[in-house]
């Protein structure tokens, strides 16, 4: 026989039952102020390139689809049986870390191509990407099996997915990792601009890398809250806490990849657009 539930334990599973609706409707907010700027800048045109509307379309409409699908299931309003958690595991956990991660990061390389072209950066750039995306999808998958394998019992009664109290060490890594790839775009940045100082450049150009360098900022940001919160909160928490920090994160990267792509409709980005001066000595 079940004992009665604490007074906190009730408390996480309100909060892990509220949050996601919280961030939902965060993300469909945000995504009705930006949808005239998308369809000018991502739809106006269909002869742009591919891969920026698909990762368009996976960061903004995917992420929307799977938020709601997460809360239906958490806010009870479908079936919460075993099969069903844990598909939505599989999904959230997945979605939230390995996905967001990819997109959010395609975003940033994007915008760090517009005013950095020296092919030996970039391809640093993507090797480290793939390395450390790769050991965050190891990580995921660990994540989800240890979930699935530490659930905890509650009443019939309650209409939520039921995992351990403890946040698995394999989050806490993935965090690092995201955190870790987001200063090196920050580091790799910054030493270009102290090596290679710009000597002119558009109005344009200037404001994208001052926003470029916020995203970073920002992004970096959440990640260590993300890292801290794994650390510190209990996996109601957290996961709630995940929700609507990934919520935050698609809305900031939405609004720059739309940033970029009218940058790129009003004015060609071509090689030599930016001009470079060594220093002497």
Sequence with gaps: MLSPMS???????????????AATVLILWDHCLTLDEEVATMWGSLNGQILTKVVYVMNRYFTEVVMLYTTCVLGGLGSTSNTVCTKMTWLFIMSATVLAGILQS???????????????????L????????????????????????????????????????????TVTYI????????????FITLYNALEIPRRSESELFDSL????SRLYLIVSLLWMLLLITSVTLQTH?????????????????SRMHLRIESFGLSVPVQPGAVIYVRREG
């Design 209 to 212: 890398r001052r926003d470029g």
């Design 126 to 169: 993507l090797v480290v990407f793939v390395a450390c995306i790769t050991g965050a999808t190891i990580l995921a998958v660990m994540t989800v099996l240890i979930i699935l394998r530490s659930r905890v019992q509650v009443p019939l009664s309650v209409d939520v997915c039921p995992v351990g109290v403890k946040v698995p060490l």
């Design 7 to 21: 007074t906190t334990y009730v408390a996480q599973l309100l909060f892990a039952k509220f949050a996601p609706p």
């Design 237 to 253: 928490f957290f996961f709630s806490i995940l929700m609507l920090v990934w919520s935050l994160k698609c809305n900031i990267a």
């Design 175 to 186: 965090m690092s990792i995201m955190l870790f790839f987001n200063l090196f775009v920050i």
């Design 106 to 124: 395609f975003v940033m390389m994007h915008a760090y191509r517009l005013w950095d072209h020296r092919r030996t950066i970039r391809k640093t």
